[in-house]
């Protein structure tokens, strides 16, 4: 069983910034793929990011270049440093893990950007 735990998120002014983190229960090198996902209202759940166990990075679109994905192998802690925020962005952001084949999820954590 694997635990997540995000936080970071808040409300932030257009052309912000906010840092997620997302917290693991045990080892972060048993973890395949990690990334993040968001949901705004009405919509999909979408990728955001996601992160290897070797380190290789992939972003949406969307992100422009203004969001870094990163891991803490030391804390077993994953973040997404969000530069340049859009009201478009507003959405509840989850963190997940991939290990052993199964999907793991936190309980999300809320974004606001307010124009």
């Known amino acids: 069983q694997v635990q997540l735990v995000e936080s970071g998120g808040g409300l932030v002014q257009s052309g912000g910034s906010l840092r997620l983190s997302c917290a693991t229960s045990?080892?972060?090198?048993?973890?395949?793929?990690m990334g993040w996902y968001r949901q705004a209202p009405g919509k999909q759940r979408e990728l955001v990011a996601s992160?290897?166990?070797?380190?290789?990075?992939n972003y949406a679109d969307f992100t422009k270049g203004r969001f870094t994905i990163s891991r803490d192998n030391a804390k077993n802690t994953m973040y997404l440093q969000m530069n340049n925020l859009e009201p478009e962005d507003t959405a509840v952001y989850y963190c997940?893990?991939?290990?052993?084949?199964?999907?793991?999820w936190g309980q999300g954590t809320q974004v606001t950007v307010s124009s």
């Open positions: 045990g080892n972060i090198f048993r973890f395949t793929v």
């Open positions: 997940y893990v991939r290990v052993a084949g199964h999907d793991y």
């Open positions: 992160i290897t166990s070797g380190g290789n990075r």
